[in-house]
């Protein structure tokens, strides 16, 4: 009897234990751990709220039950983490990109590269600008990538073909000479209506009459740093019309008669020379001459008003009269150049250090230790080009009398 007492006390005194072990290990506090957006990994994060830009997306439950169909899948959701939005106002302005349907992942990779390093803050539309209608694979990738609005444009038929000016035995004579002689696009037609469209119509599309400013994006361009104020802004607030990052001297092949043009403009139209003006950056020898140097215009953010003015457009159709446009292979990188020098002041044009840019075959990188490590850039300062021998932003410094930025000498 006394041994079967001191079973069952026993057995009492091993279910107390038992209870009081259960009870110590069910109440214990152990943190859960925490996704960044605030919830666990057991749970879907709380996505924050979306911006206007922002496609709605309803975030999968992951590790919800223990068949978990979605337990391959990152929690990495459109909707929990959206970038952060600038404040301030907004210029008027857009992207323009002249782009074909097959351009697409090439213009993919220009519109991830704008849109991770500025745009994301800022939400600006983009223009595109086809010389045939842009099809729906085209329109549904650009559309989803970029921020603000899109918008599609056809070219007019009479601003991508021969005006009735040009004689066509002579423009044909002239693609087979420089075919013979292998100079870059020297037999293409489709190049020359490129580049007199960039020149002189562009800015006088429908789609873009709603703008002030524009900033040209070309398909597989790069941006090494991150640009953390509103570079449209800052044009306007600071009185700049004109910009750049790259500047270099043009292929004489293609350009033999464009500074006799230019001459017959400034002796036609006087009143449209600026005081003040940039005539040291593309003359040796006060405008006799043209020294070919030029503001490579595959990037450039200006005001869309200065294009439109009457001093912009006599000079154009000037120059697109004397047909080099094919009559030689006319690029619209030197024909900007020279409207920018000549016809605005000095202080209205504006180099852009900060904007690392890359176009191939050359590359931007500002120079500055520092600069480049606030700006999160990645680009390899041995690479920049601004400071080589074939280079002349040297020249744009020299003759606004600015102090080149610190450390330009080990980059030459």
């Not at 069910?26 to 911006?51: E, M, R, V």
């Amino acid at each position: 009897m006394a041994s079967g007492s001191t079973r069952y006390i026993r057995y009492i005194l091993i279910a107390c234990f038992s209870l009081a072990a259960l009870y110590f290990l069910t109440s214990s506090s152990i943190p859960t751990p925490q996704l960044p957006g605030g919830g666990n990994w057991g749970s879907t994060p709380n996505p924050k709220p979306l911006t206007s830009a922002s496609p709605p997306v309803v975030p999968s439950p992951i590790g919800t039950s223990g068949t978990d169909v979605q337990a391959s899948k990152t929690p990495n959701n459109a909707g929990g983490l959206p970038p952060p939005t600038a404040s301030g106002e907004r210029m008027n302005a857009t992207f323009v990109t002249l782009a074909r349907n097959s351009d697409i992942w090439e213009i993919a990779k220009s519109i991830r590269q704008v849109e991770d390093r500025f745009n994301r803050k800022y939400h600006y539309d983009w223009v595109f600008l086809n010389d045939k209608p842009f099809d729906d694979d085209f329109k549904k990738l650009t559309s989803s990538l970029v921020s603000g609005k899109t918008w599609y444009g056809e070219i007019p038929k009479e601003h991508w073909s021969f005006p009735d000016f040009i004689d066509q035995e002579k423009a044909k004579a002239v693609r087979e000479d420089m075919a013979q002689r292998k100079i870059i696009y020297g037999d293409s037609i489709s190049y020359r209506h490129m580049c007199r469209y960039e020149s002189g119509f562009f800015f006088r599309h429908e789609l873009m009459n709603q703008f002030e400013w524009y900033w040209r994006v070309e398909p597989s361009i790069e941006l090494y740093c991150d640009i953390n104020y509103d570079a449209f802004k800052y044009m306007k607030d600071n009185g700049k019309k004109y910009s750049f990052v790259l500047s270099l001297y043009e292929y004489v092949e293609t350009i033999q008669t464009l500074w006799d043009s230019v001459k017959n403009f400034t002796t036609k139209y006087p009143e449209h020379i600026a005081q003040g003006n940039s005539m040291g950056f593309l003359s040796d020898d006060d405008g006799k001459t043209y020294n070919h140097c030029h503001f490579w215009s595959n990037f450039e953010i200006g005001n869309l008003n200065w294009l439109r003015s009457k001093a912009y457009i006599d000079y154009f159709e000037s120059l697109d009269h004397d047909g080099g446009f094919f009559y030689e292979r006319w690029g619209d990188a030197p024909v900007h150049s020279i409207a920018a020098a000549l016809l605005l002041k000095k202080e209205e044009i504006h180099f852009f250090n900060d904007i690392a840019y890359y176009h191939v075959p050359f590359t931007h990188c500002p120079t500055g230790e520092q600069t480049r490590l606030e700006l999160k850039c990645h680009c390899n300062p041995a690479d920049n080009f601004d400071w080589k021998g074939y280079s002349c932003t040297t020249r744009y410094f020299d003759i606004n009398g600015i102090t080149k930025p610190e450390g330009y000498e080990k980059e030459q």
